[in-house]
């Protein structure tokens, strides 16, 4: 009778765990745990054997067909910009800087050549998104980028989404306005921004690197297209879904005076079969 006891004890205790694990599993799905297990369990939905890098431009190939799009980003980096020349070496699309929040005082601030290169490149017949480049400590902070960008957009189509880039490393600053910010809080910055954005009927994207995203929660990421950024890799490192990928920082583009953001649009390949 008493080793029936033990074993119906055991039983028990054996029984609780499960329910306790089972009923704890959401919550640690939702945690860092849930976040490493995400990664862990990762499948790509590309075949990146179809990655073409001839000439340094990349290119996604499924029977023959080009299934992307090649573009660049600019900024006033650039200076004066020939359109029509960057259209004729077969660029596709530009992301333009829209504008920025400067990294100490925090200021808002229209890109010097906003104006000239989205006139431009839409007249040159290139397709346009644009991005601004975020330093928002708080989230009424990054409602007021949203809001910065709206208004200088006044109703403009685009063809490609509103990226929120958000960095902790600046040049030649040792610390920017948002170092030290644990991923609870820049999460909540970057939904905000996004948010708003959406709110006003145009699509909003993620841009990062491997510890740019990594300050956000993974799960926060998975119903937001990803820009991501990494450089002369063989294909992306990072265990997430993206769309574009700029792919390196010193492309050679007709019209454009010394290097350029190179990017490539996946978005036709999830369009359809993979062959």
């Known amino acids: 009778m008493a080793n029936l006891k033990y074993i119906l004890g055991v039983a028990a205790v054996a029984l609780i765990a499960a329910v306790s694990i089972v009923i704890a599993a959401p919550l640690i799905l939702q945690g860092a745990n849930g976040d490493l297990l995400r990664e862990s369990t990762y499948v790509s939905p590309y075949d990146w054997s179809k990655l073409d890098r001839e000439g340094g431009r990349y290119r996604y190939i499924v029977d023959g067909e080009e299934r992307s799009r090649i573009g660049i980003d600019v900024s006033e980096n650039q200076h004066a910009i020939d359109w029509d020349a960057v259209a004729a070496d077969g660029i596709d699309f530009a992301m333009v800087r829209l504008g920025y929040r400067g990294a100490t005082a925090g200021d808002l601030y229209l890109d010097e050549y906003y104006w000239a290169n989205l006139d431009g490149a839409r007249n040159a017949g290139i397709d346009c998104g644009v ?13 007021e980028e949203a809001d910065f960008v709206l208004e200088y957009l006044n109703g403009t189509p685009l063809e490609y989404p509103i990226a929120f880039d ?11 306005r948002t170092t030290g910010l644990d991923n609870a809080a820049m999460t ?5 921004f996004c948010q708003r954005i959406e709110d006003a009927g145009y699509e909003a994207i993620v841009y990062g690197n491997a510890h740019d995203l990594s300050r956000y929660n993974r799960s926060s990421l998975e119903d937001k297209e990803i820009w991501w950024a990494e450089y002369d890799a063989p294909l992306p490192s990072h265990k997430i879904d993206i769309v574009l990928w700029q792919y390196s920082n010193a492309g050679q583009v007709s019209g454009i005076d010394g290097f350029v953001d190179m990017n490539l649009d996946l978005r036709g390949v999830l369009d359809e079969p993979q062959g």
């Open 131 to 143: 991005y601004f480049f975020s330093q928002a400590s708080t989230p009424a902070e990054a409602v």
């Open 166 to 176: 958000s960095e902790e490393k600046v040049l030649d600053l040792a610390q920017s």
């Open 188 to 192: 909540e910055i970057m939904n905000a």
